[in-house]
């Protein structure tokens, strides 16, 4: 079985290789599963040493847009594109010719070279929680399930929903075997603070576990619809698993979450790594920033994903707990 | 005021700027109403003679996106647009890569367009009762409303689904200044059968009208959304009058419909023109275009047009009428 992931060198994309490689093989829509041959990693960055030293793995790297243009990916025979790459929210603001270029030409580029492999393989597109959103004034969004009717309040979250459209279509049309998913906001993000309105959701963990000060930008009632690394990638792995019955509707599916809001979630990091942690979190709300988030769900249902057996994270304390285990080097405080 | 209508010598399309043309001025997004100077009708075809003699009227052939590329339209100081023109549900199933271009490809060029204008112009977009469906064997859609999620069974409905959120991201950035309508199924069109599977609707009132017999390839319990030209223009018009506080959410709004059945259409045609005109229904249901209608919306809620004062039609027997009073040379059988 060969698979392609592209942003397969990111954060999800490299966790996705590291899972699917270490169970060798892979059931695509309920059949035997089968001995994964290859992954290729398609990314504008290198992939990370361990994945780059595995036999199995190709690095390809190159916008997305060219590496397709050139034919370089998806190669003949494919089973199974993970679809992860995507200029992400605030740049996609800013330019809003390259959010369409890298996200609804790329992925549309994507999907016309998979259609032309003549073998239907299996597209699981990651879409994004950043497709509901509410206007400022409107009323709160409520609990969202999975057939709410989205209302993107930013050029990201159109054009995930335009490339969920084209893979429902595309699906219809037999031309893919296409899985829309809808991951949630992940958290605990290791690494360096990225930018993203969205980073405090990692960074109130992640900055003082390391020692160091964190500032919240938003009062301890806002809501968060939470997932970690390890539950978003189940539910990748899971969407290429599922037979069609089971899969249903060719409309995307959220992802389970943990509705938590950030005053618990400085809670758990107190539980776990004590006041030593939490005296390092700077409540300091900064209105647009909050006003913003507050525009986010807070609250996301995921029906179809629990009739798929996936499961949501039990709480936030585990959330961090999964942090810490795997991420031992970046923990200056001692935890409990 | 320049108005470019796209699709403008289509049977919609021309009735659109005949409206226009005969108030001699409009009202932009509650402004004061302007004079029209000039009314650009784009299509595949020739303008109809009454409006091609009209010296406010200028007709420009050819393929809409061909005309978009070539810069003849949207010419400069466009106020307003009204982009009817698309391949239809048939053609785009038939041909997937036509349809994304037709539809797709175009609209998106058209937009730009526009953008490149600098003045965001009024865009009014007919999107299409299309984009709601359901699967074979999915139970009933139940009654549509403006915010329910459509989940498109057709590469037409699909893409008409996709514009709407260009548009309204279109919108956001200030590119234009983009109201989405979803027309129903009008009844009655006048001319000749065109093959599609809606086109009983109205041909099982027209044919008879003329002394000729009509299959009616469903049930007469089958349900119908629909809306008579004279309602469909009218809520094309009230879209580009409305001030945005008026309009409201960027979603795309459904238009005024009548809800009624098959049946009900045949009791009104007897109710107007006799047994003489009901005896020449052929009730001959096909099982698979059967499927297909009731896989259609029978009832459309319309909230937000009816806050916009607009109307649905009375009943099925004013919208026969409308359509023996404009085509009384079409009208064979006597009527009450």
New interface residues.
């Given amino acids: 079985m060969k698979i392609l992931i592209t942003g397969g060198a990111g954060f999800l994309g490299a966790r996705l290789a590291r899972t699917l490689l270490a169970q060798g093989e892979y059931s695509l829509r309920g059949a035997t599963p089968r001995r994964i041959e290859q992954v290729v990693l398609a990314d504008l960055g290198a992939a990370p040493p361990d994945l780059a030293a595995d036999p199995r793995v190709r690095s390809v790297q190159g916008p997305l847009l060219d590496l397709v243009q050139r034919r370089d990916v998806p190669a003949a025979g494919t089973d199974a594109v993970f679809h992860l790459a995507a200029a992400v929210s605030a740049e996609c603001e800013a330019d ?1 010719d390259l959010g369409m270029r890298s996200n609804v030409d790329t992925t549309r580029a994507l999907l016309e070279a998979c259609r032309a492999l003549g073998t239907a393989p299996v597209f699981v597109f990651a879409s994004s929680v950043g497709v509901f959103g509410r ?1 400022p004034g409107d009323p709160p969004l409520g609990v969202i399930a999975d ?7 930013g ?1 990201y979250g ?1 054009q995930k ?2 490339c969920e ?2 893979v ?2 595309y699906t ?2 037999g031309f893919i075997a296409g899985r829309s998913v809808r991951p949630m906001t992940v958290s605990v993000r290791p690494g360096r603070p990225n930018g993203a309105a969205s980073g405090f959701f990692s960074g109130m963990i992640r900055e003082p576990l390391a020692g160091e000060r964190a500032r919240i930008p938003v009062g301890p009632d806002v809501g968060a619809a939470l997932a970690s690394p390890s539950s978003t990638i189940a539910g990748f792995v899971r969407a290429g698993e599922a037979t069609d019955t089971e899969w249903g ?3 995307a599916m959220n992802l389970p979450s943990l509705a938590t809001t950030v005053g618990e979630m400085a809670a758990a990091l107190e539980r776990i790594a004590g006041k030593q942690a939490s005296a390092l979190l700077d409540w300091s709300p900064d209105a647009s920033v909050d006003r913003l988030v507050r525009s986010w769900p807070g609250e996301v249902a995921w029906e179809r994903a629990r009739a798929l057996g996936l499961k949501a994270d039990a709480d936030f304390d585990s959330i961090v707990r999964q942090y810490i285990a795997e991420n031992p080097q970046a923990v200056r405080l001692a935890v409990r």
Same sequence: chains 1, 2.
């Fill in positions: 809003f206007r057939d709410t009717l989205p209302t993107p309040q050029s159109i929903f335009i459209q084209l429902a279509d219809r049309k509707h060719r409309t």
